[in-house]
């Protein structure tokens, strides 16, 4: 079953404008991450919350980790054009020896109107 | 960007063709993972290796199969290609360690016709 589900699964905003999306998961974590994802091209990673931190900022970027509601948001502050993409949650979970899997949701497909 | 680099970028291939989709890094990476990704849907891991001489299939079932005989090359194979197997491909590796990001290749779009 999917372990990260991304809401809402499309968001339209204009430039200027903050966009916040949510990631909702089923099962304990070692981390969570954001990934953006161009039409066309592979996924680029944002950026990583651990398990036992609560938010975390990188540029323009706001992430928060509720652990007990099994729940992420990322926030896009003041937003661009060039923000237009797909935006993916990944949770990553232990599974033996030193190694951890990541699970991806579906994505949010973020729209920027100039 | 990360340096990880995937042949070809797109593919169109006749039924039945044997291909092979090609992923190189050069970060020194020990772990390496291909994934298959429907338009607008998310990635479902199809295969990964932790090593040299390490590979795993991953939670979705494929019909492709891989190979890890030098760290920095994880190729994809199919013997027989069919139209079910159209799709994006990507690779993407890690270094090794509890919190580390995966860094991705551009992908190769396969249309098997």
């Known amino acids: 079953s999917q372990q990260g589900e991304e809401d809402p699964q499309a968001l339209s905003i204009q430039e200027g404008e903050n966009a916040t999306m949510n990631c909702s998961y089923k099962t304990s974590i070692n981390n969570l991450q954001w990934y953006r994802q161009n039409s066309g091209r592979g996924l680029v990673h944002l950026i990583l919350i651990r398990s036992n931190e609560r938010e975390k900022h990188s540029g323009r970027l706001r992430v928060t980790l509720d652990t007990s509601k099994k729940s992420s948001s990322l926030l896009i502050t003041a937003s661009r054009a060039a923000d237009t993409a797909s935006y993916f949650c990944a949770t990553a979970t232990y599974s033996g020896g030193s190694n951890y899997k990541l699970t991806f949701g579906k994505g949010t497909l973020l729209t920027v109107n100039p | 960007e990360a340096d990880i680099y995937q042949t070809p970028r797109y593919l169109v291939i006749g039924t039945g063709k044997k291909i092979t989709l090609e992923c190189s890094q050069t970060m020194g990476h020990d772990k390496m993972y291909w994934y298959q990704q429907d338009p607008g849907m998310e990635l479902h891991l199809i295969h990964y290796s932790y090593g040299v001489n390490s590979t795993e299939k991953g939670d979705l079932s494929s019909e492709s199969t891989v190979s890890r005989i030098r760290t920095e090359h994880f190729p994809l194979t199919l013997e027989s290609a069919r139209p079910s197997h159209t799709s994006q491909y990507l690779c993407?590796?890690?270094?090794?360690?509890?919190?580390?990001?995966?860094?991705f290749g551009d992908g190769t779009r396969l249309s098997i016709l």
């Open positions: 993407a590796s890690s270094a090794s360690g509890s919190n580390q990001p995966q860094h």
